[in-house]
Nanobody, 124 residues
Framework: QVQLVESGGGLVQAGGSLRLSCAASGRTFTNYAMSWFRQAPGKEREFVAAISWIGSSTKYADSVKGRFTISRDNAKNTVYLQMNSLKPEDTAVYYC?????????????????WGQGTQVTVSS
């Protein structure tokens, strides 16, 4: 089992920044690729960003490329999402997720563990 706890969400004005954190406990953190997803009201959960087991590879959704940065600190069992130039359409609950699947598949079903989510609200 892996337990994931997100933090860092909140209310921010458009153009502002937030940094989300996801602390992991349980099994060996480096066994898992880590991702961030988000889900807005009435919409499906969507992929945001992913980072490989030791952080050598990253992947971003087109909608956040150039604005968001995913990183991980394996010594602290923590993954981060730095979000800059936030837009109202970034408003959603943000979830971190852990996967042991091979790199390259960002489908929700590929992820083994999920956090409880943290709300991000961007006002215009």
């Amino acid at each position: 089992q892996v337990q994931l706890v997100e933090s860092g969400g909140g209310l921010v004005q458009a153009g502002g920044s937030l940094r989300l954190s996801c602390a992991a406990s349980g099994r060996t953190f480096t066994n898992y690729a880590m991702s961030w997803f988000r889900q807005a009201p009435g919409k499906e959960r969507e992929f945001v960003a992913a980072i490989s087991w030791i952080g050598s590879s990253t992947k971003y959704a087109d909608s956040v490329k150039g604005r968001f940065t995913i990183s991980r600190d394996n010594a602290k069992n923590t993954v981060y999402l730095q979000m800059n130039s936030l837009k109202p359409e970034d408003t959603a609950v943000y979830y971190c997720a852990a996967s042991r699947s091979s790199w390259g598949n960002w489908a929700v079903r590929e992820y083994d563990y999920w956090g409880q989510g943290t709300q991000v609200t961007v006002s215009s």
